[in-house]
């Protein structure tokens, strides 16, 4: 049988400035889910990027006298070592700048074009002339002038191309009725129809007023939109033109990881966008909450900007991926809050599991000089203990399926706690000093090293680091898969683990 296969994307985030800590939010969602599939037996390809072109990056890069090309260029490593040093294992990293996409884009632009669903007309609006930008009726300050530099605007009309959204309105309107996973959570699907239903007008697809894009064919004074441009990259790396078969294989998308904010452009427009090309709408798009800092939005002009690269080097990726993890709930919005962050590096990290890892090899070395030993019987503890291993590892599962990681990571905290409280009730330090105890002991120990081994197959997709340390130090395979957490008993007689080593060191709080 074929092996299943999951393609999931992030949005392609803009060059426009380094990334805070909201993008690598959504990016670490997504990367957790790959991972979590991947493990679950999956061909995953997991696709982010960036999106290059628009009057913004090209007048940006005019201000500091190079070109768009050198300007995002810079800020594209920029993105590309946030990923690394957090452990992002995208498959693939597009950028709407490179040739292969330009390419998709335009042929996706010609077919729509050829039958018919593109159309020359008229685009007019308020056009500030200094900026170079159209504005609409209420995006114009007070006085009815630019926003940005609050002179007057006239009202200009333009040769555009026009795609026809009306056409494919009630369409989309229906698959967003018939087909409720398509867009989650609930709530964001409710407002989607209703925008749909207010009426869906055509939408310009082209500028004149502008270079930094992709050239219209065969008429190149115009660009083609950026979001028209940006939408497509989905179709781009998985063989849309050069690889049919790869494109099967990973075409519906799985699911289209997005921010509240652009679910319209993902849900209507790409809709329609495929609906117009005969191609298939993505299984699921989901609509996640943002991040704000300390109840606020994030903003230069407050100056409250978290760059994710100094959280990394002061905590660590992996602690940063499980604050983020735990603290928000998907699909609603989160607070991030420096205290809060180390707080839960502080209980949740060096104290609940760094301790039960400490503690579990330090005994194992101490009264049996690291070796794993039979286990045999074991009382009423020991059996509820393993009974609740196997099965926080199928529940974990199924919250995982069902996309709810802040619950599934509290599951694992709950057994993680519930192990401490096992090295409590039996006590394997009195244990250790009575003869006639012995089989308790190694029978203890071996459960405490089983329950770690279970415990980092389980955090593999939220802390990979950490996940390869433990594995490390009970020296067992890093080739792991998700079934391994679902037996216990899976650890050899006989053994040896490895010396303890502290993972997360406690932090003072200021
Ligand atoms: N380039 C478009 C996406 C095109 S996808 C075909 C774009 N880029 S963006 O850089 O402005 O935003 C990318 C993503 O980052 C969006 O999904 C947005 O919701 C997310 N976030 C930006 N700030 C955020 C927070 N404070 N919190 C969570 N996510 C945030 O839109």
Not at 310 to 315: G, R, S, V, Y
């Amino acid at each position: 049988m074929d092996k299943k296969t999951f393609y999931i994307t992030t949005p392609i985030y803009y060059p426009s400035a380094k990334l805070h800590i909201g993008h690598a939010y959504c990016t670490t969602i997504a990367d957790t889910i790959a991972r979590f599939k991947r493990l679950a037996g999956y061909e995953v390809f997991f696709l982010t990027g960036s999106d290059e072109h628009g009057q913004k990056i090209q007048r940006t890069a005019e201000s500091q006298g190079v070109t768009p090309l050198e300007y995002v260029d810079k800020i594209v490593e920029s993105f590309k070592e946030l990923w690394r040093r957090m452990e992002i294992s995208n498959d693939d990293f597009i950028r709407t700048s490179e040739p292969r996409h330009h390419k998709v884009v335009q042929e996706v632009f010609r077919r729509i074009r050829d039958n018919g669903d593109i159309y020359k007309g008229e685009y007019t609006g308020l056009y500030c002339t200094p900026c170079e930008s159209y504005w609409t009726e209420i995006q114009l300050d007070e006085n009815g002038c630019c926003p940005d530099c609050h002179r007057p605007v006239e009202k200009v009309s333009e040769e555009a191309y026009f795609f026809k959204m009306s056409k494919y309105a009630d369409a989309v309107l229906k698959y967003l009725e018939d087909n409720p996973e398509f867009l989650e959570p609930k709530s964001r699907r409710n407002e989607m129809i209703n925008f749909i239903k207010q009426g869906l007008e055509d939408l310009c697809v082209s500028r004149t007023s502008f270079n930094w894009g992709i050239p219209v064919p065969d008429d190149e004074k115009h660009v083609i939109y950026v979001w028209f441009d940006a939408l497509t990259n989905y179709l781009t790396p998985i063989g849309f033109l050069d690889d049919a078969e790869k494109f099967k294989k990973y075409w519906p998308a799985d699911l289209h990881l997005v921010g509240k904010e652009i679910v319209r452009f993902h849900t209507i427009i790409w809709g329609c966008i495929l609906m117009a090309l005969g191609i298939e709408l993505p299984k699921k798009v989901y609509g996640h909450g943002w991040l704000v800092i300390d109840g606020g939005k994030m903003s230069k002009s407050k100056g409250n900007v978290v760059d994710p690269m100094l959280l990394i080097d002061e905590f660590g990726a992996d602690a940063i991926r499980y604050f983020l993890l735990r603290e928000i709930t998907l699909g609603l919005d989160g607070n991030f809050n420096r205290d809060a962050l180390i707080q839960r590096i502080n209980s949740d990290l060096a104290n609940d599991l760094g301790n039960l890892l400490h503690r579990s090899l330090n005994m194992i070395n101490k009264f049996q000089k690291g070796v794993l030993l039979e286990s045999s019987g074991g009382t009423e503890i020991d059996n509820s203990l393993k009974s609740e291993a196997v099965e926080t590892a199928k529940e974990y599962r199924a919250l995982m399926e069902n996309l709810q990681i802040s619950d599934a990571v509290k599951l694992v905290w709950k057994f993680i706690s519930r192990c401490n409280k096992y090295i409590d009730e039996t006590a394997p330090w009195k244990l250790a000093k009575d003869e006639t105890q012995k089989q308790n002991l190694s029978n203890v120990l071996y459960n405490l090293a089983e329950s770690l081994r279970i415990i980092a197959v389980l955090i593999s997709p939220f802390m990979p680091n950490t996940s390869r340390r433990i594995l490390e130090q009970l020296q067992v395979s890093q080739d792991i898969k998700l079934e391994d957490a679902e037996t216990f008993g899976a650890l050899e007689v006989n053994h040896k683990v490895g010396k303890p080593e502290q993972l997360f060191p406690r932090i003072e709080l200021e």
